[in-house]
């Protein structure tokens, strides 16, 4: 090879390495503190089925009337800091963020700027077995702005076709915590990840509702950097971060649609980059119908919001109010304790503790039942088949107690572990209690002589089966206990069959 | 209190006005500055208007510049920590809350179509 060929050939091999890029993703999440006024007036959160029925002077921006802080709100902020061990400033303040929306019915939001409330903290996210700490730059209270309809000749319509808009303010003034993550992130999963363990601290802080529409919007930012960048902890030189081209995605407002979003643009931007395409630096919007990502293509300003303090509030001495704070014990702890009192291997105690509702029936559970029992019956059936059905406790929240009499019956062996499954599944679609399903389908647990005369009837019925057992054929004993089975509905214990069976033939 | 004690809101003072970026005198608004506060603002200024701005903007400013020679006196006390319990009061009804708006659609506040 000429000393040419071989540089030709080593930059193709760089070429080649540098085709595998690593994803770098950060997040800003918005959460809605759960309050029963918003952050700087008396107005109910609740939502409300009337527009602009919610609101008074101040959120509605009219002159003269000035903003009141919610200690309530304060105080939540102060209890995700703890959790998520931030750095609480002594003294924080409020800022104006100026920019001219019909949204904003001020012309400014009142956020945070320079004293964030809280600053410096991180959150552990375990992914497929692997944990990772994810560092959350800063996290600050702010208002949440009203919300816009677009709207023409009297019909609502998308923002490009609309002739006029409708504003509702409702929203503004709801308190929010705007979550600010470093780019810590390599794969959607972990975003994912990420915010279902956001939510579920919020939760067990009781400062979250996860059913209230618009509680949790996302916004990501991502870009691409050659995989070889990568160290072994996944971290990523600044100066490589800083030249790469990102996207800001907009419009994600739930963990599956957050891992979906993320997911097509890392892909979107690899095959780009691997044609030899620049990623262009813009903003895009998650349309979660039709599950992609596109330009928003508007030629935005640079961003000018002109921040300067809000006189209208005094500063926040908050240093010992943070340290008085308390919090109650959250899903890490909480696992851990399971896995301790419980006996729990680390898989059922995560599945446990993943929300407060689930870990709160466990535990109850455990002072009536068998602690294993319990956690094979929420952790592996209960779970398992609401997921199956894109459910979640909270849906099933007012059946609980059907639950816990489904889980008393198998305790207490009237119904064998299959059937219980199936009315289980029964339940869940057809949303009937325990008792009525066992009823309807003769369920029950067959009573002895039920089972006796089963066994005495298959004996009969397949004399080949028992002379294969006689000879010797373990095999054979399973087919016999199947038949059992079958003759009884399911009712029957397989166990206790294949007991019976046993002395019936070798006696 | 002497007059330095002030020190401490000044300083406070001045970090948010760092936080608009460069300070700008009377002497130094430009027609440019005009046309930027105008688009941050959605306003459409003619040329003429423009001119005529940009000569107020700088008026506006010296008298505030005019501020930088009154004396320092003794700040109020400052208010810390002014909360409000997490209590719902009564707002306005939706009728009072549209009553000034130009125009209204089942409820809503209607403005332009905006991007």
Known sequence: MTAHAVEAHESESERERDREFAAVIGLEVHVQLETSTKVFCGCSTDSATEPNTNVCPTCLGLPGALPTLNEAAVEAALKLGKAIDADVPDRTRFHRKNYYYPDLPKNFQITQYDAPICADGALEVSVEGDSREIAITRAHLEEDPGSLAHARGGRRTSIDAAEYTLVDYNRAGVPLMEIVTEPDFRRPTEVRGFLSKLESVLEYLGIFDADRDGSLRVDANISMVPESEESDEGSIPSDVLETANRTEVKNISSHKGAEKALAYEVTRQRNALQRGREIEQETRHWDESRGVTVSMRTKEAEADYRYFAEADLPPLEVGDWAEEVEIPELPEARRERFEREHGLGREAASKLTSTKAVADFYENLTTEFDSDLAATWVADELLGELNYRDLTTEDVEGRLDEFRRLISLVADGEITEKNATTVLREMLDEGDDPDSIIEANGMGKADDDEVSAAVEATIEANPEAVADYENGEEGAINFLVGQVMQATGGSADPGSVNVMLRERLNG | ?115
């Open chain 2, 1 to 115: 209190m002497s007059d330095e004690s002030t020190n401490d809101g000044a300083t406070n003072e001045g970090t948010a006005a760092d936080t608009t970026g460069e300070d700008v005198t009377a002497e130094d608004v430009t027609a440019e500055d005009v046309r930027h506060v105008a688009g941050l603002a959605r306003v459409d200024l003619d040329d003429d208007e423009v001119d005529r701005f940009t000569e107020q903007f700088g008026a506006i400013l010296e008298y505030f510049e005019t501020l930088d020679d009154v004396p320092e006196t003794d700040a109020e006390p400052d208010l810390v920590n002014v909360l409000r319990a997490d209590e719902t009061r009564e707002g306005l009804r939706q009728a009072e809350a549209l009553r000034n708006a130009p125009e209204t659609e089942d409820g809503y506040f209607k403005g332009p179509r905006v991007s």
